[in-house]
């Protein structure tokens, strides 16, 4: 995952929540990363709020958000 992905039109929705993106917004956005035993981790927040953890580019967690 780059630290910012432009929306393209194949991707308009957020694959976590199937929220719909607007076109002009990042899907997502790199927040943090680091190193450890097990690979490069990075935490990375959707345009509509979600957020996903991976594991050397891989997600191994995901987080919606809840819109009460």
Same mark, same amino acid.
């Given at each position: 995952m !780059?630290?910012? =992905?432009a $929306?393209t039109?194949? /991707? /308009?929705?957020c694959? $976590?929540?199937? @929220?719909p993106t607007p @076109? &002009?917004?990042?899907?997502?956005?790199l927040?943090?990363?680091?190193? !450890? =035993? &097990?690979?490069e #981790? &990075?935490y990375? $927040?959707?345009?509509? +709020?979600?957020?996903v953890i991976? #594991?050397? +580019?891989e997600?191994i967690?995901?987080? =919606?958000? /809840?819109r009460?």
């Amino acid at each position: 995952m !780059t630290p910012a =992905s432009a $929306v393209t039109p194949s /991707d /308009d929705r957020c694959p $976590v929540c199937h @929220a719909p993106t607007p @076109a &002009e917004t990042q899907l997502w956005t790199l927040r943090s990363h680091h190193r !450890t =035993s &097990e690979g490069e #981790v &990075e935490y990375c $927040v959707g345009g509509c +709020g979600c957020l996903v953890i991976l #594991v050397n +580019g891989e997600m191994i967690k995901s987080l =919606s958000v /809840d819109r009460r």
